[in-house]
């Protein structure tokens, strides 16, 4: 449940989100942090929007955070995602937002604030993506 | 006080609205601007300044040479989607206060069902301009619809406030009752129930069924502004704009909008209604009828609450009590919204508050001083002369 069905297409990839998708490739989810105040963003901009440094380095996140929102796309049916998946807002522990998928959970069971972490799958051309299921323990 | 109320809107124009126009989006755009030109008295020859969306696929020097109009003096667009449709209008008035224009025509034409699907799934990059920008940070997880970006943030507020997918029925048919004697609109002549709500299929559950969403139309909705002291000796009453403003703090997006700290609250429309209200000296008691954006139906409650109608929390209960329906204390969506009438964008919502303060709407309310119109990111109130 939660997995689309088959190989996701590769995701488009710019100047500024591959650091993102090359993490990605290696099991890591990752976000840009300022490297002149160190804060961190998300979704990536080439532009701290606090200090407005250009220059930026990758963080390496722990991968787990909780569920803010949480919907299931029914119609039209989203090419590639022919079966059920759960789409979702992700707070992640570092304070950054990220929409992913949650898996291996039916959707009445989940529940507000529930805490989730990261895994990968394949998609098309060597890609992985980050999706979540209830995290361990 | 803002410099806005020396503008008025001195007419509106239309195409049918359909599900195949049967013609050029261009064609769409001429017609209903040559419409409202019609409706106030002016010809072509009297526009000096053309306004639209980004997202119009229609060039203004198109329109030009369809129209004849003699030369232009002033040309923009505005962001945002249909958030910033009120915004078209605010920065036509704008423009006209500022002297770079005396005639400014303002449309919206499009066959978004006929020639394209809006409501159909994003899979590509997208044309720039649609005020979406986060889209490749969703399409990769499969949410890649309006109404799914929508029912994101929806989930939210309705789990916070226990607002279940049958509570938003009561909003769709209160939306199609007020079409049901328009013969613009779909939803003339046809009324829905609480089953035929339920028995519609989902978009996205459990947020959205069918029926709490807009259709996707064909048709063009235009609008003619100049200045106040012109418009007195056109063909229409004027319709005074007597504020607009635009609000989009920091990190907002049109509608993939997932990176605000609560989506509980519409702080778009909370701080861009505070300016209409600073601009005019108005507050939410001194409006007397609302056209508010329902692409979608869950966020008719974030704007009810977001313009002070009512508490945070509290605006199911407020349509609940009937304040919305044409003899409550603040009719919404007289025409049948976008849900009711159709999508051309949000302007034929804002043709509707034009219509309620001229006196002319089908579902006429009486004694309307202000009406406002609220498209999220941008919003005007429309007043009597």
Same mark, same amino acid.
């Given at each position: ?24 490739? $290696? *099991?890591?989810? #990752? ?11 998300? !979704?990536?901009? %080439?532009?701290? +929007? ?5 220059? $930026? *380095?990758?963080? #390496? ?11 299931? !796309?029914?119609? %039209?049916?989203? +090419? ?58 | ?385």
């Amino acid at each position: 449940m939660g997995e689309a069905t088959a190989l996701r297409a590769a995701p488009w990839v710019t100047r500024d989100s591959e650091f993102f998708w090359e993490a990605a490739r $290696r *099991e890591e989810l #990752v976000a840009e942090r300022c490297a002149d105040c160190g804060i961190l963003r998300s !979704p990536p901009r %080439p532009m701290c +929007p606090h200090c407005n440094s250009v220059a $930026r *380095e990758t963080q #390496v996140l722990s991968g787990r955070g909780s569920i803010y929102t949480w919907v299931i !796309p029914r119609y %039209p049916v989203v +090419p590639g995602f022919e079966g059920t998946h759960i789409v979702a807002v992700i707070d992640l522990e570092e304070g950054i937002r990220l929409v992913s998928n949650i898996c291996e959970i039916a959707y009445e069971d989940i529940t507000a604030d529930m805490p989730v972490e990261v895994f990968f799958e394949p998609m098309q051309d060597g890609y992985k993506i980050p999706l979540f299921r209830p995290a361990a323990g | 006080m803002g410099k806005l109320d020396q503008v008025a809107v001195a007419g509106i124009g239309a195409t049918e609205f359909s599900k195949n126009s049967g013609r050029s989006e261009i064609q769409l755009a001429a017609e209903c601007v040559k419409a409202a030109l019609d409706d106030a008295g002016l010809t072509p020859q009297d526009v000096d300044g053309m306004l639209t969306f980004t997202i119009d696929n229609n060039e203004d020097v198109a329109l030009v040479r369809n129209l004849g109009v003699k030369a232009l003096r002033y040309a923009s667009r505005i962001p945002h989607g249909g958030g910033g449709s009120g915004g078209s209008l605010v920065h036509a008035a704008g423009a006209i206060v500022a002297g770079l224009a005396d005639v400014v025509v303002v449309w919206r034409a499009m066959n978004e069902r006929s020639e394209y699907r809006f409501g159909q799934a994003n899979t590509g990059r997208p044309a720039p301009g649609g005020g979406a920008t986060n889209m490749e940070w969703t399409i990769p997880w499969g949410a890649a619809t309006p109404a799914c970006w929508q029912s994101m943030v929806s989930q939210r507020y309705m789990h916070e406030f226990g607002v279940t997918n049958r509570d938003l029925a009561e909003i769709s048919i209160l939306m199609r009752k007020h079409a049901v004697n328009n013969p613009e609109a779909f939803g003339y002549q046809k009324p829905i129930s609480i089953d035929d709500h339920q028995n519609s299929k989902w978009i996205i559950e459990p947020i959205l069924r069918l029926l709490d969403c807009c259709q996707e139309s064909d048709g063009g909705q235009a609008f003619v502004l100049t200045s106040l002291e012109r418009a007195r000796d056109l063909k229409q009453p004027p319709v005074r704009i007597t504020a607009g403003a635009q609000y989009v703090p920091y990190p907002v997006d049109a509608i993939t909008n997932f990176y605000q700290d609560d989506f509980t609250d519409m702080v778009t429309t909370r701080g861009m209604a505070q300016q209409l209200y600073e601009q005019s000296g108005t507050g939410p008691q001194d409006i007397q009828v609302a056209m508010l954006y329902d692409h979608f139906t869950p966020i008719v409650l974030q704007h009810l609450e977001a313009w002070g109608f009512c508490k945070r929390g509290e605006a199911m209960e407020f349509i609940r009590d009937g304040h919305c329906e044409l003899d409550g204390s603040l009719p919404v969506n007289t025409h049948g919204g976008l849900i009711g009438e159709a999508y051309i964008h949000g302007l034929n919502s804002a043709a509707e508050a034009v219509r309620q303060v001229r006196g002319t709407a089908i579902n006429q309310i009486a004694g309307v001083e202000h009406a406002a119109f609220s498209s999220g990111l941008t919003g005007v109130i429309f007043g009597r002369v």
